[in-house]
């Protein structure tokens, strides 16, 4: 198959499975959008959100949908990283036998990763970063496509473990989750409280999605879009001589190079499930708040006037 006819076959598939995942899933479009693009790119997310937004509901559903294996892991600050990526125990013969953790699948949850100390957190994000795990000096691949979705609490942050900026970068996507409106909690209401039993198909084998995966990465980018991604990022540096005095006052830090990396990637995605065969600019400004977001650090000037990172990104537009 051409590479034309492959991305006009991603788009009525992605089609299929935003209807999939609306059978269960009222609203959150945008939600659902990025988590999708975040997939065929190959990266993770975060999500944050208030509890009982249906987080979890959303990670389950996506994973049924994707024909993937899902598993859930609740951090808790007892958390060690052996129960994460499994233990050697000895068996009957007394020959040590590897046991594998809940990291052995295609989709991890990490159900609010900030409430377990740095050891565990660091020992996910290995996963996430080198697609294998090393236990007892033997290095274990994990299976492909590998995807982890974190969540994030954003309010009771008594007891919690906040993840450094450089594990943060990590992630692809810092997706925020909301409050449905009034006519999206009627219809969640209705259907939560009815006797009815929903069937999520499967449409996807793992191979395709790998494939899929290598297919957005052939997509071929202008210079100039390129270019544009890397001026953005650059902007958001208070110390560069790109930004400007906006940036300067309410901004700490800026995203690095990993930002620009992801921008592109992103904007591949974006234009490939909508069916165009090459990004745009627009591409890269549709996708530039949720990979910019977790990555820019505001000072206390900006907490004080109330400046949101959302209305920080805007201006670099």
Request: hydrophobic share 45%; proline share 5%.
């Amino acid at each position: 198959m051409s590479d034309v006819a492959a991305i006009q076959n991603l788009v009525q598939k992605q089609k299929a499975l935003k209807q999939e995942i609306a059978k269960i899933i009222v609203g959150q479009e945008e939600v659902v959008n990025q988590v999708v693009l975040s997939i065929f790119s190959g990266g993770h997310a975060l999500l944050v959100g208030v509890p009982g937004l249906a987080k979890t509901l959303l990670v389950n559903t996506i994973s049924q949908a994707l024909g993937l294996g899902f598993k859930r892991i609740q951090f808790t600050p007892d958390l060690m990283p052996s129960d994460i990526l499994g233990s050697e125990i000895l068996d009957e013969n007394r020959q040590f036998k590897f046991i594998k953790g809940p990291i052995f699948s295609n989709i991890i949850l990490a159900d609010e990763i900030n409430r377990t100390p740095p050891k565990t957190q660091a020992a996910l994000l290995e996963a996430m970063q080198e697609k294998a795990v090393t236990i007892a000096g033997h290095h274990h691949k994990l299976e492909l496509p590998y995807f982890v979705l974190a969540t994030q609490n954003p309010i009771e942050q008594e007891g919690t473990y906040p993840l450094p900026e450089a594990q943060l970068d990590r992630f692809m996507f810092a997706i925020k989750l909301d409050y449905p409106s009034f006519a999206e909690e009627v219809q969640v209401v209705k259907n939560t409280t009815a006797d009815l039993s929903v069937t999520v198909n499967p449409l996807f084998t793992a191979q395709e999605i790998t494939d899929f995966q290598h297919l957005i990465r052939r997509i071929p980018v202008a210079d100039n879009v390129i270019e544009y991604a890397v001026t953005l990022v650059n902007k958001t540096r208070p110390g560069n001589a790109l930004s400007n005095d906006y940036i300067k006052t309410y901004l700490d830090w800026g995203a690095g190079p990993r930002a620009s990396q992801n921008l592109i990637l992103a904007a591949k995605a974006n234009a490939a499930l909508t069916g165009k065969y090459s990004p745009d600019i627009e591409d890269v400004q549709a996708v530039a708040t949720g990979i910019l977001r977790h990555r820019i650090i505001k000072n206390y000037k900006a907490d004080a006037e109330g400046i949101t990172e959302e209305m920080i990104i805007k201006k670099l537009f």
